[in-house]
C-alpha cells in the first residue's frame, strides 16, 4: 500500500496523531497559483484613478507611520479590502463549485447557477428593507437561510442532482426569485433601494473593513465543513456502497457536502452581490491545470476562483476608466462562453 | 374562439375602465363607439388609456404566436423567446444601435426590424450549435444554449448601459418590460411587422403539422424541412422584434398560452396559431390589469409579473418533460 501510495507521488506527513496524505507535484503547483494570484493582487494596488507607484504602496503596507496620509487612506481604506474581499469572495465560490460538483456528480453544477444567489438575495434585500438599522453582519446569516432554503427547494423539484434536470430547474427557480428582486426594488422605499443597489450589482467597490472580516469567518467555516469531510468525499467517489463498507456515514456526508457550498455561495453573495459563474468554472481549471484529490482539488478551486475574481474585479475597475463595470458583469461575459463550452463537450449526451 | 374573443373584449373594456380615475364599463363601451370630445371620461378612456390597450394586445398576440412557432419548431415544450434568447438578442440589438446612434431607428419600421435582426441573429447562433451532435436538436442541448446566449446578451447589455448614459437614459424604462410611455406611430409600426410574421405563420401552419411527425416523415411527405424551419425562424424573430420594440423583453407569456390552448382546444397548428394570439393578448392584458391595480396608485413593471407568474411555469414543465 504504502509502495503503491509514493509511486503516484503521494507522501505522508504526520505531527503527532494528525497525519496528512500530500502530494509533493500539487503541493508546489498550489503554491505557484498562490503566488500567482499574490502577484495579480499586488499588481492590482498601484492602479487606479490615483496612481501610486508600486514601491510607495509597498512601503505604505509595510510601514504605514511613514506614508503621507492620502497614500495610507487609499491603500488601507479603499483598495486593500477591495482585494481582500475579492480574493475572499473568489476563494469562497470556488470553493463551493469544487464541492458541489463533485457530491453532485454534475459538472455543471454551481450554487450559483441554481438559484441560491438569488434566494440569498431575496433575504439580504428584505433584511435591508425593513429592518435597516440592522449590521451588515446579520447579512449573511440572513442571506445563508434563503439560499439553504432556495437550493432544498430545487432538489426536492428535481429529485437526481446527477442529471442535466436539476440545472434547468434551478434556472427557473432563479428566475422567478430576480423577479422577486426586481418587484422589491420598483416598490420599495427609494432611499432603501439605492442602498440596495449598492450591493445588489455584484460589484465590489463597497467594500469596507467590517465586511472584509464578516466574510472571513464565514469562509473559515466554510472551509473547515468542506476540508474536514474532503477525504470522505474522495471515498465516496468509489459508490455508494463500497463507502458505505469502508465507514462513510453518506448521509451526514451529502448533507455537509451539500450545505457547505450553499452557505459559502450565500455568503460571498450577502457580502458582494452577484457574481455569477465563478463556482462554475474555477473548478474546471482547477482539475485541468492541477488535478488530484478533494483537498488538491478544493485548494487549486479557491485559488483560481480568487484570481478570477480579482482579474474580473481590476478589469472592470480600470479598462473604462472612469466608469467602473460592476465585476458580475464582467464575470457574466466571461463566464458564459465558458458554459457554452462545458455544454458543446456534452452535445451528444444532452 | 368565439369564447377567447367575448374574454379579450370583457378584459379590453375593464383594461380601459380601471386607472387613477375609474370609468365604468358602460361609459367605456359609449367612449369606444360615439366619442364626445367634451366628456372628460370619454377623454381618458380614448386619449389616455387605448394606446396601453392596444399595444398590450398586440404584444400579447405577437408573443402568444411566437411562442407557438417555437414549441413546434424546435419540438421544445420550453419554446419561448425569453427562453430561447430571442428577447434578449432583440434588446441588445436595440442597444446597440441606440449607443452607436444609428441613423436606421430613425427610419418608420427602424425599431422593430433591428430587433428583430437581433433576435434572428441570436436564436440563428442557438438553433446551430443546439442541432450539433449526434442526437440533433433536442430540447434540453436548445433550452441550455438559449439560456446562455440569453445571459451573454442581457450582460453585455448591461455593461453598454453602464459605460453610456446617454443611451441608459433614453432605453431605462423600456428595458424594464413596461408597458407605459408609448406613442402611436411605434405601436402602428410593430403592427404592420406583426401581420407580417401572422401571415407567414398562417401560411406554415400545414406545413409545420406536417413537420410535426418528425423529419422523416415530413421530407417523404414533400415538405422541404430546412426551407420551413427558415421560414418559422424569421416570422417568430418577426413577432419577437415587434414586441420588444413596444414594450421590452416580456417574459413567459410565449410559454404559457400555447399549453393552455393545446391542452382546452387542439395542437392542430392551424388553429393553434390564432389562439395563441388571442389567448397571448387576453393573457397580457390580465398581468397589465394586475401590474396597475395590486399595488394602486403605484404601478409595477407588466414584464415583472408574467416573470412571477410564468417561472413556476417553466419549472413545472421542466421537472414533468425533461429527463
Known amino acids: 500500500m504504502m509502495r503503491l501510495m509514493e509511486k503516484h507521488g503521494y507522501r505522508i506527513l504526520s505531527c503527532g496523531r494528525v497525519s496528512l496524505l500530500l502530494r509533493p507535484y500539487t503541493a508546489i503547483l498550489c503554491c505557484v497559483l498562490a503566488a500567482a494570484v499574490l502577484a495579480i493582487a499586488i499588481g492590482a494596488l498601484p492602479a487606479g484613478s490615483y496612481h501610486i507607484p508600486l514601491p510607495d504602496v509597498l512601503k505604505t503596507l509595510l510601514h504605514p507611520q511613514t506614508a503621507t496620509n492620502d497614500q495610507r487612506y487609499i491603500v488601507w481604506d479603499i483598495r486593500l479590502p477591495r482585494i481582500l474581499m475579492a480574493v475572499l469572495s473568489g476563494a469562497m465560490l470556488g470553493l463551493s463549485g469544487a464541492a458541489m460538483q463533485s457530491i453532485t456528480r454534475n459538472g455543471l453544477a454551481d450554487p450559483g447557477l441554481i438559484g441560491v444567489k438569488e434566494g440569498a438575495g431575496v433575504m439580504v434585500l428584505s433584511l435591508i428593507v425593513f429592518f435597516p438599522t440592522v449590521g451588515v453582519a446579520w447579512r449573511p446569516v440572513v442571506g445563508m437561510a434563503g439560499g439553504l432554503a432556495v437550493a432544498l427547494l430545487v432538489v426536492a423539484i428535481a429529485r437526481d442532482m446527477a442529471r442535466v434536470r436539476f440545472i434547468l430547474i434551478g434556472i427557473g427557480v432563479s428566475w422567478f426569485f430576480s423577479a422577486a428582486i426586481s418587484l422589491f426594488m420598483t416598490t420599495a422605499n427609494i432611499r432603501d433601494v439605492q442602498t440596495a443597489l449598492v450591493w445588489l450589482t455584484g460589484s465590489l467597490h463597497a467594500s469596507v473593513w467590517p465586511l472584509v472580516l464578516v466574510a472571513t469567518l464565514w469562509s473559515l467555516v466554510g472551509s473547515a465543513i468542506l476540508y474536514t469531510t474532503a477525504r470522505a468525499s474522495d471515498v465516496a467517489l468509489l459508490g455508494d456502497q463500497t463507502a458505505c463498507g469502508l465507514g462513510v456515514r453518506l448521509k451526514i456526508l451529502s448533507f455537509a457536502r451539500f450545505a457547505g457550498p450553499v452557505l459559502l455561495t450565500s455568503a460571498s453573495v450577502s457580502c458582494v452581490g452577484n457574481l455569477g459563474f465563478v463556482g462554475l468554472i474555477a473548478p474546471h481549471m482547477a482539475r485541468f491545470a492541477i488535478g488530484g484529490n478533494q483537498v488538491a482539488l478544493l485548494t487549486s478551486s479557491a485559488l483560481m476562483g480568487a484570481g478570477l475574481v480579482l482579474i474580473a474585479d481590476s478589469v472592470g475597475r480600470l479598462a473604462f476608466a472612469p466608469l467602473q463595470i460592476p465585476a458580475g458583469i464582467v464575470m457574466a461575459v466571461l463566464g458564459v462562453p465558458f458554459f457554452l463550452m462545458l455544454l458543446w463537450r456534452r452535445r451528444h449526451r444532452l | ?323
Not at chain 2, 4 to 22: D, K, M, Q, W, Y
Not at chain 2, 158 to 178: F, K, P, S, V
Not at chain 2, 184 to 190: Q, R, S
Open chain 2, 1 to 323: 374562439m368565439t369564447l377567447g374573443l367575448f374574454l379579450l373584449l370583457a378584459l379590453a373594456v375593464i383594461h380601459l375602465g380601471i386607472g387613477a380615475r375609474f370609468v365604468g364599463p358602460q361609459t367605456v363601451i359609449t367612449a369606444l363607439l360615439s366619442y364626445d370630445p367634451t366628456n372628460f371620461d370619454h377623454k381618458i378612456v380614448v386619449d389616455l388609456r387605448l394606446l396601453r390597450l392596444l399595444s398590450a394586445i398586440v404584444c400579447g398576440a405577437a408573443l402568444g404566436v411566437a411562442g407557438a412557432l417555437l414549441q413546434s419548431v424546435t419540438r421544445n415544450p420550453l419554446g419561448e423567446p425569453h427562453i430561447l434568447g430571442l428577447n434578449a438578442g432583440a434588446a441588445l440589438a436595440v442597444v446597440l444601435a441606440t449607443a452607436t446612434g444609428s441613423s436606421w431607428l430613425a427610419e418608420p419600421l427602424g425599431r422593430p426590424l433591428i430587433a428583430a435582426v437581433g433576435a434572428a441573429a441570436l436564436f440563428g447562433v442557438v438553433l446551430g450549435l443546439a442541432s450539433a451532435g449526434k442526437n440533433g436538436l433536442t430540447p434540453m442541448k436548445a433550452t441550455l444554449f438559449g439560456v446562455a446566449f440569453s445571459a451573454f446578451a442581457s450582460s453585455l447589455t448591461a455593461a453598454i448601459l453602464i459605460l453610456d448614459e446617454q443611451t441608459l437614459d433614453d432605453l431605462r424604462i423600456w428595458l424594464a418590460g413596461d408597458l407605459a410611455g408609448l406613442t402611436y406611430l411605434a405601436l402602428v409600426n410593430a403592427a404592420y411587422v406583426v401581420s407580417a410574421g401572422c401571415a407567414v405563420a398562417l401560411v406554415l401552419a400545414p406545413y409545420l403539422n406536417v413537420l410535426a411527425l418528425g423529419d422523416a416523415v415530413a421530407k417523404g411527405l414533400g415538405v422541404n424541412v430546412m426551407a420551413v424551419r427558415a421560414a418559422s425562424l424569421l416570422a417568430a424573430a418577426l413577432f419577437c422584434g415587434a414586441a420588444v420594440s413596444i414594450a421590452g423583453p416580456i417574459a413567459f407569456i410565449g410559454l404559457v398560452v400555447p399549453h393552455m390552448v393545446r391542452r382546452l382546444v387542439s395542437d392542430d397548428l392551424r388553429l393553434l396559431f390564432p389562439l395563441s394570439a388571442i389567448g397571448g393578448g387576453v393573457l397580457l392584458l390580465a398581468a397589465d390589469i394586475a401590474a396597475r391595480t395590486i399595488v394602486a396608485p403605484q404601478e409595477l413593471a407588466t414584464g415583472l409579473l408574467t416573470a412571477l407568474a410564468g417561472a413556476p411555469v417553466f419549472i413545472f414543465i421542466a421537472a414533468r418533460r425533461f429527463r
